[in-house]
Every structure is written in structure tokens, then in C-alpha cells.
T-cell receptor
Framework: GAVVSQHPSWVICKSGTSVKIECRSL??????MFWYRQFPKQSLMLMAT?????????EQGVEKDKFLINHASLTLSTLTVTSAHPEDSSFYICSARDPNYNEQFFGPGTRLTVL | AQKVTQAQTEISVVEKEDVTLDCVYE???????LFWYKQPPSGELVFLIR??????QNEISGRYSWNFQKSTSSFNFTITASQVVDSAVYFCALKKRAGNMLTFGGGTRLMVKP
């Protein structure tokens, strides 16, 4: 099956710093990737849809300037949390759509803790 | 608008018991896909099943079975003879035929005690 990786798997940072999370499709090309956020004991909430070569589409209530998404290649999308604050602490999960299967495959997630 | 409801937030069973996780959905689309995912404590989402709205045949995979009832907009998931390793959060999700957006339910935390 299709494999999606995320790096790092966890990160702890100080308030005010920026953190970059990478999402890679390892064995397929993904024109579309998705970023989700999951707070403890809650469901996954879609933050944005990342399209290769174009601007990301953000869901209502998600700050574009705070959560920068770049999808520069068919196998890599990055999410940068700028000027992170403790309330940004969460589990961030990406998924990538494999056009061969018309299916989304999820990465293992990145746990962000902002002190 | 689409909506997925998992009314059971937490279920606790003793090993070897059967357990059913409920999922009710709302959509105006006639063609859609339904999913179940397992999220163990490690956090990674594990795909369990995808069902097309035109396929109401129930499915069985080992100890897992799924009951799709279009008339009641439900897609329930049953684990037979539960095991401790089944302890996880289970999510039901809905996707339109067109587009890629997945709408997740709130999840059901299943705890299987030895």
C-alpha cells in the first residue's frame, strides 16, 4: 500500500518560535495533500488542502499566515507553524491522495508541544 | 453539508466480548464513500474499510464486520471476540464521490480489558 511519512514525529519548542513539519509520499506522487489537527480526545479537523504548484485552500477559521503550507513537489508538503504558542500544541496529521487508488493515505502524525 | 455522528464516546468491554460501534451519517449526495479508521495510542490512523454507497452488502474480515444500512444512514462496525489489542479510538468518516474531503465523526474510544 501507499506510504506517507511525517517528520518530525514529535517536537517541543518555545513559544514564539516557528516549527516546520514535513509530509512525504514515499511511493507515489500526490498532487493533493491534506493537513489535519487533532486536539486531545477529539476528532480530526481538516485545516487545509495542499495542492502541488498552487496555493493551499484553508478551512474556515484557520489562519493562513500562521499555518503556512507549501507543496513544492509531488511528494512533499510542508506545514510551518509560525510564532507558535501553547494553544497550538496539538497532533498534526497529514494525508496524501494517491490518484492510482483515489484514496487518502495518512501519515503517522506529529505531536507538537509549545512551551 | 455532511455530518458523521458517533454517539458512543467511550466503550469499555471485557476481552472476548463482542462490541458494536455505531456510526450515523448525513449527506445530500447519492454517491459517497464511508470509511472506518483505527487510531491506536501511537496516533497513526489505520485504514480498516471503505464502502461505496451503492454497495450495501455487509462485509466480514476476520473478527471485524460492518453493517451498512442506507435506509437508516448507518454504517456500524462490530468486533467479535474483542482483544486487548483492539483498544483504540475508532473513527467513522464520509467522503463525497467528487472531491477529496473526508468528514470525520467524533470517534469512539474502545477499551478492552483483560
Amino acid at each position: 500500500g501507499a506510504v506517507v511519512s511525517q517528520h518530525p514525529s514529535w517536537v517541543i519548542c518555545k513559544s514564539g518560535t516557528s516549527v516546520k513539519i514535513e509530509c512525504r509520499s514515499l511511493d507515489f506522487q500526490a498532487t493533493t495533500m491534506f493537513w489535519y489537527r487533532q486536539f486531545p480526545k477529539q476528532s480530526l479537523m481538516l485545516m487545509a488542502t495542499s495542492n502541488e504548484g498552487s496555493k493551499a485552500t484553508y478551512e474556515q477559521g484557520v489562519e493562513k499566515d500562521k499555518f503556512l503550507i507549501n507543496h513544492a513537489s509531488l511528494t512533499l508538503s510542508t506545514l510551518t507553524v509560525t510564532s507558535a504558542h501553547p494553544e497550538d500544541s496539538s497532533f498534526y496529521i497529514c494525508s496524501a491522495r494517491d490518484p492510482n487508488y483515489n484514496e487518502q493515505f495518512f501519515g503517522p502524525g506529529t505531536r507538537l508541544t509549545v512551551l | 453539508a455532511q455530518k458523521v455522528t458517533q454517539a458512543q464516546t467511550e466503550i469499555s468491554v471485557v476481552e472476548k466480548e463482542d462490541v458494536t460501534l455505531d456510526c450515523v451519517y448525513e449527506t445530500r449526495d447519492t454517491t459517497y464513500y464511508l470509511f472506518w479508521y483505527k487510531q491506536p495510542p501511537s496516533g497513526e490512523l489505520v485504514f480498516l474499510i471503505r464502502r461505496n454507497s451503492f454497495d450495501e452488502q455487509n462485509e466480514i474480515s476476520g473478527r471485524y464486520s460492518w453493517n451498512f444500512q442506507k435506509s437508516t444512514s448507518s454504517f456500524n462496525f462490530t468486533i467479535t471476540a474483542s482483544q486487548v489489542v483492539d483498544s483504540a479510538v475508532y473513527f467513522c468518516a464520509l467522503k463525497k464521490r467528487a472531491g477529496n474531503m473526508l468528514t470525520f465523526g467524533g470517534g469512539t474510544r474502545l477499551m478492552v480489558k483483560p
